[in-house]
């Protein structure tokens, strides 16, 4: 498949990059400044702004799937989701994050007394994000929220997914490397099973 991420040289761009060429796909890089991306085979590194539609989605046409890995606060649903569109690309999937995941019925993460207010404006941007998927009649999207803690790690292959609760492991650390997340993206996109959803990864 023809992939194309934008902001492929982030934390969790990179490792779904790594993914993608490690299971023989083509990828499209899409970054502000080629240069922090290394070559490699089967990799085409193009200068792209997540905030500029009208550029962003030539780049993206062509494309089986785009994969977004941008920060939320430093990006625009409707520029992101309009650049898609128009592109013509038949599937959209989204580095989500954990703050709109469920604790209890009605109650997400980011609603929580102890949540790190450093985090929030971050969290709530990604929860709008995620709504204004939901309200998407077009397009077909996926948006897949790390676990609490997205942590630079192994690649294991070893995770359970879930949908819209937060996901722990026996001792009630929330986890998930980058590196598994990537492997999970990506088995997302080779075997849709969460088109139009979210879903979330962890440990």
Excluded: C
């Excluded at 609490?148 to 722990?168: P, Q, S, Y």
């Excluded at 650390?173 to 993206?185: H, M, N, P, Q, T």
Aim: proline letters at 5%; a negative charge; charged letters at 25%.
């Amino acid at each position: 498949m023809n992939v194309a991420i934008i902001g492929a040289a982030g934390r969790a761009g990179s490792r779904i990059q790594a993914e993608l060429l490690r299971r023989g796909h083509s990828v499209t890089a899409i970054v502000r400044d080629p240069a922090k991306v290394a070559a490699a085979p089967g990799l085409t590194v193009k200068a792209g702004d997540a905030n500029d539609g009208e550029t962003l989605a030539p780049l993206l046409a062509g494309h089986d799937a785009v994969v977004s890995a941008v920060m939320f606060l430093m990006s625009d649903a409707e520029t992101l989701i309009g650049a898609v569109k128009r592109a013509g690309v038949p599937r959209y999937l989204v580095v989500g994050g954990a703050g709109s995941l469920e604790v209890a019925p009605g109650v997400r993460v980011l609603d929580l007394p102890e949540f790190p207010e450093a985090y929030k404006a971050e969290a709530t941007k990604g929860a709008e994000f995620l709504d204004r998927l939901k309200a998407e009649p077009d397009l077909n999207w996926t948006f897949l929220s790390p676990s609490a803690e997205f942590v630079l790690g192994e690649r294991t292959g070893k995770f359970r997914l879930g949908a819209d609760a937060l996901l722990a492991d026996e001792a009630g650390r929330s986890w998930i490397s980058y590196e598994d997340f990537a492997v999970a993206l990506v088995d997302e996109i080779e075997t849709p099973k969460h088109e139009r959803k979210r879903f979330t990864v962890g440990y």
